[in-house]
């Protein structure tokens, strides 16, 4: 106690989370970070060569929003660019008389950080992915260790990070301080597992990744592969004992499945030299598949068929699992990556090469499609 009463203000200033940054488009990312007492918030961002430093804020209704929890979508960016960008926050002391708002005379201003958009016309794709970490936070850690901003454009977390949603503050910490150092310069892609969906605080999923459209499917292009990200919902039937009536996945995966054939049929997507669905429960079917396993491969497998998907990045079973083309109606492979192992995916257009690392560092799998 009295080693803490002898650590200067700043310390305590800079306790919080992040910032990380939970998307990225080819002309805007948004960062994420936390606070440890409620501030008016702002983040600067600086063009790579430029002079000039732009502000975005936190804002509804044209007014800044207060709090602990912060989100600023920085926009009106170029391709393929590189900004630098910090986060700054000024104190919020009193708000409770409308004029007389009262704030800490001094901004803080954190460190900088750098991101680069994303380029529908950038040579190469390349990403890290890890899955069914179930709040393991050193496994994660062990997973990215040495491993630099620069080997990858992305880091994708493809579902099942946490086991329960139960407390929110706990679900951030064991998705963001693992990786944390990592994840202030690599935009942070999620496809959620089953286990997103457990827990009272579910809900608040958008304060770790905000989902685009306010629906956690999503597509997109970097370099030559076009994504389609998959949310598969629970994984057994809506009315299993176990969801006592909150479940209602039936729906939301018919919805899901209307946008997958319309957005398939897309020009950008359809042109993509390359295309790959990420889905936590593959797609693959076996005597023994669960409900939404099966339900996910007689419905949304034939629509990713004739889309020329090809090839299909799952999680879910707890092991490595390479289902070949053609072995349950699936025309093109999927591979499903085990809870303790990394997924580094690279992709020139013609190839996607696959190569997979235990906790050790050790190369486990090697693929090329
Ligand atoms: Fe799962």
Redo the contacts with the bound molecule.
Sequence with gaps: MILLNLLPVSLFAQAGLGPWVPDVSETSFTVNWETPDSQLVRVEVVKDGAADTLNFYQTRYGRSLVGTSHSVKVTGLEAGTRYAYRVCGIKVLDESQPYQLVYEKEEKKGEWHGIVTLDSKAPVCRFSMVN?IHGDKELFAELFKGISPQDMDFMLMN??MVSYMTSIDVVKDCIISPVETLLHDVPMLYAR???EGRGQDFWRFEEVSPSRDGKAWYAFRQGPVAFIVIDCGE?KPDGHPAYCGNAHFDQYRAEEAEWLRSVTKEKWFRTAPYKVCVS??PMSLEEDSWYTQKQLHETMLPILNKAGVDLMLS??FHRHVFVPEGKCGNSFPIIVNDCDERLDFVCDGRKAKLEIYDRDGNAVHEYEF
Aim: without cysteine; proline residues 0%; hydrophobic residues 20%.
């Design positions: 069914d579902g099942d597992g089953n286990h994984d936590h429960i999680a879910h």
